[in-house]
């Protein structure tokens, strides 16, 4: 494109992208190949006039382009001219002469020339973005809004120093250098990979120039977050201090650096950067904890999760259901037992009652640690509160209560299953028979055998073994009962 874009339209569009005039025009890289970005067949909703000029820019010929969009009798309004530019991004040059052919309809929208100027910009097409700036600048369509997107595109295409030079021209087009442009420009760089370094060479040259503020840090912050620097976060830290001081409306700032500091294992210096932020009245969000606890359950660190659930409850915040389970996992994975029923008793008075999943990593810690009394008095506050044990703690907790003595327990959780059709039954139902043959209780262990082929449970080969070993010790009669059982069990499997 030879020259600026004026009257609200692009002047010789065919020369602005098409590859036949290449002194005008730049290639569009294979990360911008069609289908790249969305386009009317990916959007689930598309106006009807949207539509119709959708399939116009990707079917016809790029010279047929305006008489066609002509001979649809279609006059865009302001809407369908951003919807249709929204979904052509994959079809730069079609999306131009669109563009133009609009223009000459109807004067377009601000929005419209910055979803122009986005559209050339992420395909690489900068000759002619500058252009529309240029006739944006003559139409006062120019904003803040226009050089985000300039930053972005130029940091996508790893142009940096041409993402900064834009920057330093902006009050050439009457857009003022302020620290919301800083920022945006910051943003742009530390949104690619392992860039946060550029975006300190520029925070260096104008943090002087124009005071950063609390978002500005966090944006670095982010980046050396992503990045995984401890030693560059908290330099930047340091300095946001010094500059911003402390202040809760830097939340954002304060979770990213606590965070980067706890995923690299810095757990310690975190927890003294907490106590500091308390002090002064900056506890960071909920998001923080959250991630934090993540990671310490993660690295299965009950203690620093404790100091850290600490000073999170001391700091008056909230923990969720999600929260509490976490926590409660992790203590019981410990076999801390009396932290675990600490943390359920307290559950209710922060808002967050506890489910099936909280009940059931206590129970499954009290079998685990043999806590015969507990585990008995916990299943039927289980049951009680309407969250029943899982088939799989009903097992071990079956064979649990007969490794300690106390059948009678086991039996009561034999028979809420069978009462209430928790399934599957077969791992409790051989836990049961193993602990009666531990016993031999023969009569009892013969009747509940036949309950359970009556049921079609499962009763395993290794089972059937210790079955005959009893059986076969009380002689003829044993003998007798196990073969009954056997045959049983075989028709049954044979069915």
């Not at 609200?8 to 890289?29: A, T, V, Y």
């Not at 039927?380 to 007969?402: L, R, V, Y």
Request: charged content about 25%; proline content about 4%.
């Amino acid at each position: 494109m030879a020259g600026n874009l004026r009257n609200s339209r692009l002047r010789n569009p065919p020369d602005i992208i098409s590859s036949e005039n290449p002194k005008h025009s730049s290639p569009i890289p294979k990360s911008h190949e069609p289908n790249q970005f969305p386009s009317h067949l990916d959007a689930p909703e598309v106006s009807s006039s949207a539509r119709t000029i959708c399939n116009v820019l990707t079917r016809v010929s790029p010279n047929n382009i305006e008489s066609t969009l002509s001979s649809t009798g279609i006059e865009p309004s302001a809407n369908t001219v951003q919807e249709v530019l929204k979904l052509s991004y994959n079809y730069p040059s079609s999306a131009v002469k669109f563009f133009r052919w609009a223009g000459q309809l109807k004067k377009h929208t601000a929005h419209a020339w910055n979803l122009m100027v986005d559209l050339l910009g992420k395909n690489q097409l900068f000759e002619p973005m500058w252009d529309a700036i240029r006739s944006m600048n003559q139409e006062g369509a120019l904003s803040m809004s226009t050089f985000v997107s300039v930053f972005e595109s130029y940091c996508m295409a790893s142009r940096f120093n041409e993402a900064v030079m834009s920057f330093d021209v902006m009050d050439r087009y009457g857009i003022q250098q302020d620290v919301v442009a800083v920022n945006s420009l910051l943003s742009a760089m530390c949104r690619e990979d392992n860039q946060t370094s550029k975006a300190m060479e520029f925070f260096e040259k104008i943090k002087e120039e124009i005071p950063p503020d609390g978002d500005t840090f966090c944006i670095l912050l982010e980046g050396w977050e992503k990045e995984g620097n401890l030693a560059k976060a908290k330099t930047v830290f340091d300095e946001m201090i010094v500059r911003v001081g402390w202040s809760p409306t830097n939340m954002s700032a304060y979770d990213t650096f606590l965070t980067t500091l706890v995923r690299g294992l810095q757990i310690d210096e975190a927890m003294k950067f907490l106590k500091v932020m308390k002090e002064h009245d900056c506890l960071p969000s909920l998001k923080f904890f959250t991630d934090a606890l993540d990671i310490l359950t993660k690295q299965n660190d009950a203690a620093r999760a404790i100091l850290l659930w600490n000073i999170m409850v001391d700091g008056g915040l909230l923990p969720t259901l999600i929260m509490y389970n976490a926590m409660i996992g992790l203590v019981c994975s410990n076999n801390e037992i009396g932290h675990a029923y600490q943390l359920l008793d307290e559950m209710v008075f922060y808002g967050a009652f506890p489910d099936s999943l909280t009940y059931n990593m206590i129970f499954e810690c009290l079998v685990k640690n043999k806590k015969v009394r507990q585990a008995e008095r916990f299943f039927t506050e289980m049951i009680k509160n309407e969250c029943p044990p899982t088939h799989s703690n009903c097992a071990a907790a079956i064979t649990m209560f007969f490794n300690c003595d106390d059948p009678e327990a086991a039996n009561e959780i034999w028979s809420y299953m069978v009462d209430n059709h928790v399934k599957p039954l077969d791992d409790s139902a051989n836990a049961l028979l193993l602990g009666l043959c531990s016993l031999d209780r023969l009569s009892e262990l013969k009747g509940s055998a036949e309950d359970m082929l009556e049921r079609k449970v499962n009763i395993y080969e290794s089972t059937m073994r210790r079955l005959q070993d009893a059986f076969y010790k009380e002689g003829r009669s044993g003998r007798d009962r196990y073969d009954h059982l056997y045959k049983r069990r075989r028709a049954r499997i044979l069915v």
